[in-house]
């Protein structure tokens, strides 16, 4: 049966959830923990963009590894300590990070780090030997958005922390995301320095 949802991000629920894969060819989820525990939840439209979208960056971002955070539950709702994630339609993406080396590596996540939401970057977008990578965030969200328009849905808001901002819109991709995507221009309640939060644009009831 095809997912439905309820109300809005921010007091919502969801029928018929489906968990995101835990893991692919190019991408992981942020923890295992967190799968087993059900917090990788969401509406089926936009389980088939996220992965379709992953399997776009297989030749688009060759290389590249990607981590998605956590969604929401299987019937939605409140899921602390976020805001927002109650229909399904929300998505925390961990940053795409460079080694000393210039590798792609996942952002390391366990438990004294609260699985990556604890980590802090600094304005240059640095921490201990990682950098984010923003030519990769910048192609993630670029196919993101044309994957998502593809399925018939779309993106209503993008959080990421405004101080890392300009690196992201000088990037290839750049002048798209600022045209299409909308950025959320208030600081955050939280940084969202190591992840960005996406908010899909799927009808409900």
Known sequence: MASTCYGTVAHGRLEQGVQLPKEGANFAAYSTLGVQLGRTFVHDAVRDV????????????????????????????????????????????????????????????????????????????????????????????????????????????VIFDPVLMPPLFATRRGAYLRQHLHFMKERPWIRHDEHYHVDFAVGCR
């Open 50 to 157: 996220v992965v379709a979208t992953y399997r776009t960056l297989e030749q688009a971002a060759p290389g590249k590894t990607f981590v998605y955070g956590e969604t929401g539950l299987a019937q939605g709702g409140p899921i602390r300590p976020h805001k927002t994630h109650q229909a399904g339609l929300s998505v925390d993406f961990m940053v795409p990070v460079l080694n000393a080396a210039g590798a792609s590596v996942p952002l390391p996540g366990n438990v004294t780090n609260k699985f990556g939401y604890g980590i802090e970057f600094d304005k240059s977008g640095r921490f201990e030997d990682l950098r984010i990578d923003y030519e990769a965030i910048a192609e993630h969200l670029y196919q993101l958005y044309r994957t998502a328009d593809a399925h018939n849905i779309g993106i209503t808001r």
